[in-house]
C-alpha cells in the first residue's frame, strides 16, 4: 500500500522538533520528562517498567467518563482550552483536521495527542475516521523504516482521562511484551487473537505493507464495526497500534484490541493502572518503592482481575459477523 495522503514521516520529524523545544519552555508542560530508572522485570514475558516520578505528583486531575457514549461537556476541561503553544500541529485529512497536541503530562518522549476536529467537541468514543488516520499514519511511517512510534487509546471505563476524542502518540524503542506475544487466527477469519498460552488476551487485526488501500479500508471498517459493537454493549476497551518489529516478519501494523468486563472508574495515582501502556507490557511508575517491588506477576495478576474473562463473548461476535 502507498498512502499519498499523509507525508508521516516529515510531519513527524517537525512533531519532534517542536516537541523538544517546547520542552524548555516554561508553563507548557506540567513537567520536563525526567524517566530516572527503567527495567525488563524479571520473568517470561519481558514487562518492561520506567520510574517517572513527576508523573503521579504533577499530572491534570483525569476525569470520571460513565458512559461508552458520552455526551461532551463545555465546561469540563477539554482541548478546545489549551494554550495555543500546545498544539503542534495541524494536518488536513479527509475533510478533517487533526490536531496533534502535547500531552502536557508525557510518559515519554514526544508523547502527543491525536484530536481530530477539535471544534467540534467530539467525546471520548472511537470513531472510522481517527482509526483511518492513525494506520494511514503509521503505514507511511512503517514503509520509511520507522518502528518506535506506538498509538494507543483508551475508552470510557478503560482509563480514559479527558472526555474529549483523543489517541495518544508515543516513542517507545523498548520491546514491550505485545511485540512478541503469541498470535493464532479466530476460526476461517483475517482476525487473530493472542494465544491462550499467553497472560493475557486481545484481539489483532494485520495491517500489511502489501495491502492495497481498498482492503485497508475494509479492514479499517471492520476494526470500527467491532469496536462500535463493544461501545453497543457497554464493553470498555483499549488500543494499542504498533508496528511489527520482529526483522524476520513481514513489515505490518498491528492492532491489539483489549477488552473490560468492568469499568475502571476509580484511578488511583499512586500506583499503576491498567490501560493500553500496561496491558501492553509498559508500565510507568510514579513512586519509588512500587517500582522497586515490581513483579511481573502481580502486573499479570491485576491486568486479569482488571480486566475479567469477556474472551467467549468476543470469539462469538467473529463467529457470527467474520
Same mark, same amino acid.
Given at each position: 500500500?502507498?498512502?499519498?495522503? *499523509?507525508?508521516? +514521516?516529515l510531519l $513527524?520529524?517537525?512533531? +519532534?522538533?517542536?516537541w523538544?523545544?517546547?520542552?524548555?519552555? &516554561? !508553563?507548557?508542560? %506540567?513537567?520536563?520528562?525526567?524517566?530516572?530508572?527503567s527495567?525488563? $522485570?524479571?520473568?517470561?514475558?519481558? =514487562?518492561?517498567?520506567?520510574?517517572?516520578?513527576?508523573? /503521579?505528583?504533577?499530572?491534570?486531575?483525569p476525569?470520571?467518563?460513565l458512559?461508552?457514549?458520552p455526551? #461532551?461537556?463545555?465546561?469540563k #476541561?477539554?482541548?478546545?482550552?489549551i494554550?495555543?503553544?500546545?498544539?503542534?500541529m !495541524?494536518v488536513?485529512?479527509?475533510?478533517? +483536521?487533526?490536531?496533534?497536541?502535547?500531552?502536557?503530562? &508525557?510518559l /515519554?518522549?514526544?508523547? /502527543? $495527542? *491525536?484530536?481530530? @476536529?477539535?471544534?467540534?467537541?467530539?467525546?471520548q468514543?472511537?470513531c472510522?475516521?481517527a482509526?483511518?488516520f492513525?494506520? @494511514?499514519?503509521l503505514?507511511?511511517?512503517?514503509?520509511?523504516?520507522?518502528?518506535?512510534i506506538r498509538i494507543?487509546?483508551?475508552?470510557?471505563?478503560?482509563? %480514559?482521562?479527558?472526555?474529549h476524542?483523543?489517541?495518544?502518540?508515543?516513542?517507545?524503542?523498548?520491546?514491550?511484551?505485545?511485540?512478541?506475544?503469541?498470535?493464532?487466527?479466530?476460526?476461517?477469519?483475517?482476525v487473530?487473537?493472542i494465544? &491462550?498460552?499467553?497472560?493475557?488476551?486481545?484481539?489483532?487485526?494485520?495491517? +500489511? %505493507?502489501?495491502?492495497?488501500e %481498498?482492503?485497508?479500508?475494509?479492514k479499517?471498517?471492520k476494526?470500527?464495526?467491532?469496536?462500535?459493537?463493544?461501545c453497543t454493549?457497554?464493553?470498555p476497551?483499549?488500543?494499542f497500534?504498533?508496528?511489527e518489529?520482529?526483522?524476520?516478519?513481514?513489515?505490518?501494523?498491528?492492532?491489539?484490541?483489549?477488552?473490560?468486563?468492568?469499568?475502571?472508574?476509580?484511578?488511583?495515582?499512586? /500506583?499503576?493502572n *491498567?490501560? =493500553?501502556?500496561?496491558l501492553?507490557?509498559?508500565? &510507568?511508575?510514579?513512586?519509588?518503592q512500587?517500582?522497586?517491588?515490581?513483579?511481573e506477576? @502481580?502486573?499479570?495478576q491485576?491486568?486479569?482481575?482488571?480486566?475479567?474473562n469477556? =474472551?467467549?463473548?468476543?470469539y462469538?461476535?467473529?463467529?457470527?459477523?467474520i
Amino acid at each position: 500500500m502507498s498512502t499519498k495522503t *499523509i507525508e508521516s +514521516k516529515l510531519l $513527524l520529524n517537525e512533531l +519532534k522538533e517542536k516537541w523538544q523545544q517546547l520542552q524548555s519552555v &516554561p !508553563n507548557i508542560f %506540567a513537567y520536563r520528562l525526567n524517566v530516572t530508572e527503567s527495567k525488563i $522485570l524479571p520473568g517470561n514475558y519481558g =514487562f518492561y517498567s520506567e520510574f517517572n516520578p513527576d508523573r /503521579t505528583a504533577l499530572r491534570r486531575a483525569p476525569q470520571t467518563i460513565l458512559s461508552l457514549d458520552p455526551a #461532551f461537556d463545555e465546561k469540563k #476541561f477539554n482541548f478546545k482550552k489549551i494554550k495555543p503553544e500546545e498544539c503542534l500541529m !495541524n494536518v488536513e485529512y479527509e475533510g478533517s +483536521k487533526i490536531s496533534m497536541i502535547i500531552n502536557n503530562s &508525557p510518559l /515519554t518522549r514526544y508523547h /502527543t $495527542l *491525536i484530536c481530530p @476536529d477539535v471544534h467540534l467537541g467530539l467525546p471520548q468514543r472511537i470513531c472510522e475516521k481517527a482509526l483511518r488516520f492513525c494506520v @494511514d499514519f503509521l503505514m507511511n511511517l512503517i514503509e520509511n523504516g520507522e518502528s518506535n512510534i506506538r498509538i494507543g487509546y483508551n475508552s470510557p471505563g478503560a482509563l %480514559a482521562s479527558v472526555n474529549h476524542l483523543h489517541l495518544h502518540l508515543m516513542f517507545i524503542e523498548q520491546e514491550l511484551y505485545i511485540d512478541r506475544a503469541e498470535l493464532q487466527f479466530l476460526s476461517q477469519s483475517e482476525v487473530l487473537r493472542i494465544s &491462550p498460552n499467553m497472560p493475557t488476551e486481545a484481539i489483532c487485526f494485520q495491517f +500489511k %505493507a502489501e495491502d492495497t488501500e %481498498a482492503i485497508i479500508l475494509k479492514k479499517v471498517q471492520k476494526l470500527n464495526a467491532f469496536l462500535q459493537w463493544l461501545c453497543t454493549n457497554n464493553m470498555p476497551h483499549n488500543l494499542f497500534l504498533t508496528p511489527e518489529r520482529i526483522p524476520s516478519k513481514e513489515k505490518m501494523l498491528k492492532v491489539f484490541v483489549f477488552v473490560r468486563q468492568e469499568y475502571c472508574i476509580v484511578k488511583n495515582l499512586n /500506583t499503576y493502572n *491498567i490501560g =493500553f501502556c500496561e496491558l501492553a507490557g509498559y508500565v &510507568p511508575v510514579g513512586a519509588k518503592q512500587l517500582y522497586d517491588q515490581l513483579q511481573e506477576e @502481580d502486573i499479570i495478576q491485576t491486568i486479569n482481575t482488571e480486566t475479567g474473562n469477556v =474472551f467467549s463473548q468476543i470469539y462469538n461476535y467473529f463467529l457470527n459477523v467474520i
